[in-house]
């Protein structure tokens, strides 16, 4: 998870800034580059000539979180996720993973109920959030892809009671729980309000300092902490 979390906080940080996404994701690619990156966003590291690969991986999903924070209204969260995805993942599908999860986050910090979101997805992206986790967990396997890992992602969430269990839902799917699991945790957090304390605790005593100063000015900027915001209002 720890890819998941230093292409989270570059998205961050970018929006803290006012960086370019890509200037950011190299950055912090540079001062962590054995975080597990997959190849080809590696080789991107490391050629700064290299533009957007077409790819539909499901890196711009894990990535986008802040962005469902950091925005007022759906249009502008839809165009700065897929502002987000596509110095990398340029792919109609690496797009609508990054524009699905930013909204489906969008939507959970600003009160939305469970069926609203799900409900939002499907008809806006077309995925289909209908199957059970159990049927899931009966077939599923390793998909990298947008479209192999978001649905499944959001469902954990959709199945979840609370932050932990959205996280343990998606953990259980197997394949690739990491990133899964970030992107469920982030929709449940915006929708469950508080993370758990211990496991604020725990996470943080594995961040180093730069990585802890971006998590705190934009947690403290757009009131994070404060749980679920109230529909309608600024964070």
């Known amino acids: 998870m720890r890819s998941g979390l230093l292409r989270a906080a570059a998205t961050a940080r970018a929006i803290l800034d006012g960086t370019s996404y890509e200037d950011s994701y190299r950055e912090l690619g540079d001062r962590f580059p054995d975080a597990g990156y997959g190849g080809t966003f590696y080789r991107w590291l490391r050629d700064r000539s290299m533009g957007p690969y077409n790819s539909y991986g499901n890196g711009s999903a894990m990535r986008v979180s ?3 924070w950091a925005y007022d209204t759906e249009a502008e969260v839809l165009r700065e996720a897929e502002r987000s995805a596509a110095c990398t993942h340029n792919h109609p599908e690496g797009i609508r993973g ?3 999860t930013a909204l489906a986050v969008y939507l959970a910090r600003t009160g939305r109920s469970r069926h609203e ?3 939002a997805i499907e008809d806006r992206f077309g995925y289909d959030l209908s199957r059970p986790l159990d049927h899931i967990r009966g077939t599923y396997g390793l998909d990298v892809t947008c479209q192999g890992s978001v649905p499944e992602a959001l469902v954990s969430f959709y199945e979840s009671t609370d932050y932990e269990s959205a996280v343990r839902n998606a953990v259980s799917l197997g394949g690739d729980s990491d990133t899964l699991a970030c992107i469920s945790g982030a929709v449940a957090q915006a929708f469950y309000g508080r993370l758990p304390r211990e496991l604020v605790s725990h996470v943080r005593s594995r961040l180093d300092r730069g990585l802890l100063e971006i998590v705190d000015r934009f947690w403290k ?8 915001i109230p529909s309608g209002s600024k964070p």
């Open 66 to 68: 802040p962005v469902g």
């Open 98 to 100: 990054a524009q699905s």
């Open 117 to 119: 979101i799900r409900s």
């Open 221 to 228: 900027r757009y009131g994070i902490r404060c749980g679920r």
